[in-house]
């Protein structure tokens, strides 16, 4: 693929590549986590109902998925260089203004500025990667940046329960020095890379529309307890969110000349690549709704403090970040779909076990942790071979567009996990009964989840080795 550069990749130190990079990735994927900790004492802070403030993640989660992959098609254009260190400014600008909203409102405008420069920062980082790496140090440049979210997911929860106990101002702030520091390395170190064949540009319709449909379908969900599913908003919502979905895909099959399309229709033709993009997406729905429901139980119906509450939701994501190394090279021998297919059911089994043994009285060694230990163990195996299974469906060419598409899966899969548990608690995790019910959908999600991954089959991990230079 022809490319021009600045700096010519042997020129480049990779392991500050590798450095920059992580640090942008950590931070988009830690927002994903770190807020949910921060829930009651912004309910607090702003006086705000769980169900206004779920759009703190939502507006995230949105914007996230529906800009990945026209970010990564614009960097292809301009400089993925160019675009990444641009998000990274966007990213810290947009932390910046979280820490001084002054209510719901502005809190999530603002993190809708995030996400855009998260968008910008994860679609590039990959290719910036396999431009700077040779091909024989791919696979260990490409398994640590996939570490980077468990990492984040694992230190999320604690290092928002402890800045949330100074204020939830916090959360965000931390974002800038991070930021800041990876600005000033990526400027020196990281080398510009296009793809001078690229002259099309995003759909910036199908993008409006795509966000629209997710947006109304989680605002139908979050409203219909509170209002009534007969409610003539929610019901607006929920049609509009169907009609807006029909549009998607008929843009996305007649695309415009000289466009590229939201969802790219002939990559789903190939059955890896379509049914892990669906497993991880119903995946982490059961995911999103698993660690917001913990959050709003523990702090409510046990009466943990956010700190507290942060440190007991370690052991999970901890557990998934060590054994996502070692589930990727299963995968690789005994086949994605099936070790995927063990991890989903193992992520469910700890949902089943909260259910079922968790009572009003805080036991936490007895009552909680195992469940965090089978769900995150279910998470390792999940996340690196869903991931895999559908990029080995993906040609050489596609790598940059899967991989976005898949991306953009899990981010709305997230979302549609928030709004899901949110319409089954109805806006109150707190009570026993409430908790029950999430955790009864946390079930659900999982073995739709585990079913969808058994049907992905054996497919294998791709050759990074051969995969060609962005």
Do not use: K
Request: with cysteine.
């Amino acid at each position: 693929m022809p490319t021009t550069e600045q700096r010519a990749p042997s020129a480049t130190r990779p392991g500050l590549v590798l450095l920059v990079v992580s640090a942008a990735v950590f931070l988009a994927a830690l927002d994903l986590f770190i807020v949910n900790v921060a829930f009651p004492e912004l309910s607090r802070s702003l006086d705000a109902s769980t169900s206004a403030l779920s759009w703190v993640l939502n507006g995230y989660t949105i914007t996230f998925a529906a800009l990945l992959a026209p970010a990564g098609r614009i960097a292809d254009r301009i400089g993925r260089r160019r675009v990444f260190l641009a998000g990274l400014v966007t990213f810290s600008l947009g932390s910046l203004g979280c820490a001084l909203a002054w209510g719901v409102g502005s809190l999530v405008g603002f993190r809708v500025v995030q996400a855009v420069g998260a968008a910008m920062v994860t679609a590039t980082s990959l290719a910036l990667l396999l431009h700077t790496y040779p091909p024989a140090r791919r696979a260990q440049a490409i398994a640590i940046w996939s570490a980077v979210g468990g990492v984040a997911a694992a230190l999320g929860p604690p290092i928002g329960g402890l800045l949330v106990e100074a204020s939830w101002r916090w959360v965000f702030l931390v974002n800038l020095p991070i930021g800041i520091a990876a600005l000033v390395v990526g400027l020196r170190v990281l080398p510009e890379s296009r793809d001078e064949g690229e002259t099309r540009r995003p759909d910036t319709v199908g993008t409006v529309l795509l966000a629209a449909a997710v947006g109304l379908l989680a605002y139908g969900l979050v409203d219909a307890p509170e209002r009534g599913w007969s409610d003539g908003v929610v019901l607006v919502a929920l049609i509009g969110a169907l009609l807006a979905g029909a549009l998607v895909v008929l843009r996305a099959a007649r695309a415009p000349a000289g466009t590229v399309p939201v969802l790219p229709l002939p990559l789903f033709r190939a059955r890896a690549f379509a049914l892990g993009c669906l497993s991880i997406a119903v995946f982490m729905a059961g995911f999103a709704a698993m660690l917001l429901g913990n959050v709003l139980w523990l702090t409510g119906g046990w009466g943990y403090s956010s700190m507290v509450a942060g440190f007991a939701l370690v052991p999970g994501p901890l557990l998934a970040a060590i054994t996502a190394v070692p589930a990727g090279r299963l995968g690789a021998r005994v086949g994605c779909g099936i070790v995927a297919t063990a991890g989903t059911a193992l992520f469910g089994l700890g949902a089943l076990w909260w259910w079922v043994q968790i009572g009003p009285e805080p036991q936490y060694l007895t009552d909680f942790l195992p469940g965090q230990l089978l769900a995150g163990i279910g998470v390792g195996l999940t996340l690196t071979n869903l991931s895999a299974a559908a990029s080995s469906a993906l040609p050489p060419a596609a790598l940059a567009t899967g991989t976005s598409t898949f991306g953009a899966a899990r981010q709305l899969g997230a979302t549609l996990g928030v709004a899901l548990l949110l319409a089954v608690v109805a806006g109150d995790g707190a009570t026993l009964a409430t908790a029950e019910r999430g955790w009864l959908l946390v079930v659900a999600l999982s073995v739709t989840a585990s079913v969808l991954a058994l049907a992905v089959g054996r497919a294998h991990h791709p050759d990074l080795q051969n995969a060609p230079t962005p």
